[in-house]
């Protein structure tokens, strides 16, 4: 699987509509190069914040829940795995439904923030601006380098028993990073 990913990452959305017109099998499309990433909070700040659409939208909200504690490099891995979801056909195809899946089921959802019962309310503005930053970045096709293909993460308070089970890819900030094995 790794090779056929490889090559379809390979191909021009152009070509890859050639080849499945009536299905996606990419959640959004990329710009055909981009320029290198620079996991830090200099580089990120001088980024410009650019907004918009219900995939930036879910997201930039899984981030600010989920990482936004994390040092830049943290938050671009938790964006992987969420974005590494979206490409692998055993979760949604899309961003929104990666972050909602599991979600009304207290406690069953993929990402707690959305089953835990208590509110998502947006209180810190400058970290969402730079979660929003990193969202965009990562939906524009910043290189997915970080968590070797990593489908799932925990922080390093709990240790879920599907940690057990899937191959450990990555160690950063508060969080482990894994892939699924049939990913």
């Not at 599991?102 to 969402?128: H, L, M, V, W």
């Not at 380098?145 to 940690?163: C, E, F, I, K």
Request: net charge positive; charged share 25%; proline share 6%.
């Amino acid at each position: 699987m790794g090779m056929e990913s490889r090559v379809l990452n390979s191909l021009s959305d152009d070509h890859l509509g050639r080849l499945a017109p009536s299905s996606s099998l990419r959640a959004k499309s990329r710009p055909r190069t981009f320029k290198s990433v620079s996991y830090t909070r200099g580089w990120l700040d001088k980024q410009p914040f650019v907004e918009g659409g219900q995939e930036w939208e879910c997201l930039a909200e899984a981030l600010y829940f989920e990482a936004r504690g994390e040092s830049v490099k943290g938050q671009f891995a938790v964006a992987e795995v969420i974005l590494n979801r979206v490409k692998s056909p055993l979760y949604p195809n899309t961003v929104c439904g990666v972050v909602n899946q599991g979600t009304g089921k207290r406690y069953q959802c993929q990402f707690t923030y959305t089953c835990d019962g208590n509110p998502e309310n947006i209180n810190e503005p400058s970290a969402f601006r730079r979660v929003g930053k990193v969202a965009r970045l990562m939906l524009n096709g910043a290189p997915r380098l970080l968590t070797g293909g990593a489908t799932h993460y925990h922080t390093t308070a709990v240790r879920p028993s599907w940690s057990k089970k899937f191959p450990r890819t990555a160690d950063i900030g508060d969080h482990r990073f894994y892939r699924h094995p049939r990913s």
